[in-house]
Nanobody, 124 residues
Framework: QVQLVESGGGLVQAGGSLRLSCAASGRTFSTYTMGWFRQAPGKEREFVAAVRGSDYTTYYADSVKGRFTISRDNAKNTVDLQMNSLKPEDTAVYYC?????????????????WGQGTQVTVSS
């Protein structure tokens, strides 16, 4: 069982930056693939980024590539999402997620554990 707690959301102007953090419980954090998803009102939850536990391979949605960076610290059981050049369309609730394996990493249904979410609002 893994428990995930996000922090770092807030309100920012377009072009600004935010850093989200996710703290995970459990002694096997390094074995999990960790990821971030987001969900805007009236829309489905969508993949943002993920990072493997074994070799730190990263995955990004095309919409955030070059602007967002995912990183993890296996010693601290944390995963961060650095978000730069934010746009109004990045406004959503952002969720931290964990899973074993990394097949079909972009599908929300393939993830096992979820945090409660943190709101990110980007004003124009």
């Amino acid at each position: 069982q893994v428990q995930l707690v996000e922090s770092g959301g807030g309100l920012v102007q377009a072009g600004g930056s935010l850093r989200l953090s996710c703290a995970a419980s459990g002694r096997t954090f390094s074995t999990y693939t960790m990821g971030w998803f987001r969900q805007a009102p009236g829309k489905e939850r969508e993949f943002v980024a993920a990072v493997r536990g074994s070799d730190y391979t990263t995955y990004y949605a095309d919409s955030v590539k070059g602007r967002f960076t995912i990183s993890r610290d296996n010693a601290k059981n944390t995963v961060d999402l650095q978000m730069n050049s934010l746009k109004p369309e990045d406004t959503a609730v952002y969720y931290c997620a964990a899973r074993g394996g990394y097949i079909s990493v972009r599908l929300a249904s393939m993830w096992d554990y979820w945090g409660q979410g943190t709101q990110v609002t980007v004003s124009s």
